[in-house]
């Protein structure tokens, strides 16, 4: 969306809730609703530090999101939500934010800024049925291929109009047209786009299959105009389940399997594939997991790799973010994760090791450490260590964060 329509849509809404408000008293406005709303204010605090091979320096970033959300009753069937973000950096410029390059220090992708981060429309004509129109999130199953990668602090949302069915035996249909992509890197943008122009329909449909499992079957044809090499269609089903062996464990499964072609201006004729298998299991409050993921690559052709440019990409293939960008023979991921209860926290542990699709090289071995607590209602705290060691591909990166987040 070009920042004239964006500024258009902002003072429409702007002036529909001063409509609602100048109402003669004793009259009701159908936009009365509009001023009926809840805000609600929260913050998130992190401090963020990357010690990286090659770099000069160490990046140490202090940053604090803070979240104004403005939201409407239902009325007449019509809601809205405003929401606006702001990212502050408290102390010194001690690391590149992806946009401005601070000379030997490596990227942490947490520019400062305010950006509208939402502003939608929300419809329900029907009890099982709505219609969103507007900036808003939009992820599916567990953000793999379309996320909202909610861990940086500038959210990614979406400028589109979705639709939501409630189908019959708990069966969802979702579908989405969007034509812009709002990035992490907004609202000013510089070496990376704060937006990608796009023609993108998404479709997702969810339906049970048997007791525990469900079977998702989706189609994401994403035209990216303002970056042609990530232009894609992919089509792929994911089934999952949980099985109960006994009344205090549980054992889960997931497999998903993806095709994908180029599309819209992607100058690279390609076709590759995605795979993603994994064993959960749980007992009592220890749980376990073990699985392998693969994204196929070529390293014949270049551009030819499996790519997912709108996915939340840090919560997959090692925190230390070094396979954002997969190489042209592809990835696998084999790991092993565990969480267990540690005084009042959760604490996990996963190990990754990472080998080429095609060719099989060994790219190199990461461990990823982290412990949570909710301190209070609304108030948490998180620490996370990620450790990569390289094998030939990247370099060696380890990076830390402490995170205190407060949302009432």
Known sequence: MSARLRLALQLLLAAAMLLSAQTHA?????????GEGKAQLSFRYRLETVDQDGMAENARASTLKTRLTYKTPAENNIQLLLEADNVL?????????????????????????????QAYLKLTPAAASTFSL???????????????VAWRQNEQTYDAVTAGFDLARGTTLALGYLWNINRIFG?????????????????????????????????????????????????GFRVTGVRKPT?????????????????????VDYRASYFHARVDF?????????????????????????????????AFNGWADKFLGIPDAGLRDFYLGVDLPVSGATASIVWHRFTADDGGANYGTEWNLSIAKELKKGLSVLGKLADFDSEGFATDTTKAWLMLSYSP
């Open 247 to 267: 009344e205090k464990s549980e054992l889960g499964y997931l497999f998903s399997y993806a095709s994908q072609t180029d599309t819209g201006m992607n100058a």
């Open 187 to 235: 609202p000013d943008g510089g070496a990376q786009a704060a937006d990608w122009a796009c023609q993108c329909y998404v479709l997702n449909l969810s339906a049970p299959i048997w007791e525990g499992g469900k079977l998702v079957m989706f189609a994401y044809e994403l035209d990216i105009e303002d970056a042609i090499s990530q232009a894609n269609r992919t089509l």
């Open 26 to 34: 004793g009259e009701t406005s159908p936009l009365s609703f509009l």
């Open 89 to 117: 950096r408290l102390g010194g410029a001690l690391y590149s934010d992806g946009n401005t390059t601070v000379p030997g220090y490596p990227v942490v992708a947490d520019p400062t800024g305010t950006e509208i981060n």
């Open 282 to 314: 749980r007992h009592g409050e220890i749980k376990g997991r073990a699985g392998l993921e693969l994204l196929g690559g070529d390293n014949a052709v270049s551009g030819s790799q499996f790519v997912s440019p709108l996915a939340t990409l840090h």
């Open 134 to 148: 507007g900036r808003q999130r939009i992820h599916f199953d567990d953000q793999r291929f379309i996320g909202r």
